[in-house]
Nanobody, 119 residues
Framework: QVQLVESGGGLVQAGGSLRLSCVASGNTFNINVRGWYRQAPGKQRELVAV???????NYANSVQGRFTISRDSAKNTVYLQMNSLKPEDTAVYYC?????????????WGRGTQVTVSS
């Protein structure tokens, strides 16, 4: 069993900052906590930022230069520092993990944390 718990969301004015955290627990030895996705009302879930085991990162074009993803492996935690927030960043943010085993396709998701950016 794997559990992903997100925290750090909230209501912030445009231009403000938030820091999201995702803590993994359970059978974490067999998973990679990849990073963050988001889903706005009426829209599909989309990738925000992911980080590999080696530390390489990938960001959505819409957040490049404003968001920074990082990992603390000792704490089984992945962070998302969000700066210069815009109203269009409003969404539920979900943490994602996948099994390390090659060829195993499965996604673990947390319950999400709401981020609301007011104009």
């Amino acid at each position: 069993q794997v559990q992903l718990v997100e925290s750090g969301g909230g209501l912030v004015q445009a231009g403000g900052s938030l820091r999201l955290s995702c803590v993994a627990s359970g059978n974490t030895f067999n998973i990679n906590v990849r990073g963050w996705y988001r889903q706005a009302p009426g829209k599909q879930r989309e990738l925000v930022a992911v980080i590999s085991g080696g530390g390489s990162t990938n960001y959505a074009n819409s957040v490049q230069g404003r968001f920074t993803i990082s990992r603390d492996s000792a704490k089984n935690t992945v962070y998302l520092q969000m700066n210069s927030l815009k109203p269009e960043d409003t969404a539920v943010y979900y943490c994602n993990a996948q099994p390390k085993a090659p060829g195993v396709v499965y996604n673990y998701w947390g319950r999400g944390t709401q981020v609301t950016v007011s104009s």
